[in-house]
């Protein structure tokens, strides 16, 4: 009788528990003349109810830090990489002017990169700019290209024909992607702890 009890108080734990069952069993519970075994019954509803309601809220935290992670990681990569910029520039914002091409200087941060200087068609003149993307065909030290700087970054791009933003588009999303992923497998905010396994330790 008593491991019948057991089982009964499991099933009603482990059962989805609706909003309806649960105030059904709240007020089966302040009456009176119940007996032991269905009193434990109720309360294993409204516990199963109550576990439930902690386990969206604990989802819903995580999945919040998840993707406050990635959109800041994003908007963080976006920023390194000048993707505004590169956008602007594809959409034809900025000054025109030619750019002289230095040399070429390679990082751990972005890679190798052509330096040069810009030379605007008002007379400004910008020192140690990077040309976006790759030069063109038989370009190199010495050549002058035209091209257009938005300001705000330090390349400048293509006159025409632009699509570096693509890849630094693809770069921000993917870094992006990866640190909301990271953030969400992990245990932070208390993704990965259920109501159960608290319950249980203590």
Do not use: N
Not at 51 to 61: F, P, S
Request: glycine fraction near 16%; hydrophobic fraction near 40%; charged fraction near 20%.
């Amino acid at each position: 009788m008593t491991s019948r009890s057991h089982r009964s108080a499991r099933s009603a734990g482990s059962a989805k528990v609706g909003r309806r069952q649960a105030e059904q069993a709240r007020t089966e519970l302040a009456g009176a003349g119940l007996s032991h075994h269905d009193e434990r019954r109720l309360r294993a509803v409204l516990r199963s109810r109550e576990d439930a309601a902690r386990r969206r809220h604990l989802r819903l935290k995580h999945l919040g830090i998840a993707v406050t992670g990635a959109v800041v990681a994003a908007a963080i990569t976006a920023l390194s990489f000048g993707l505004v910029p590169a956008i602007e520039a594809a959409r034809g914002q900025g000054m025109i002017g030619s750019f002289v091409v230095s040399e070429r200087v390679c990082s751990s941060k972005v890679g190798c990169q052509w330096v040069g200087t810009f030379r605007s068609g008002q007379g400004a003149v910008i020192s140690g700019l990077a040309y976006g993307g790759t030069l063109p065909a038989g370009d190199g030290p010495g050549s002058v290209i035209p091209v257009r700087y938005p300001g705000g970054t330090d390349q400048v791009y293509a006159l025409h024909g632009s699509y570096t933003w693509l890849i630094d588009l693809l770069v921000t999303v993917v870094v992006g992607a990866a640190v909301g992923a990271a953030l969400w497998i992990s245990p932070l905010g208390g993704g990965g702890r259920s109501p159960e396994g608290v319950r249980a330790s203590g």
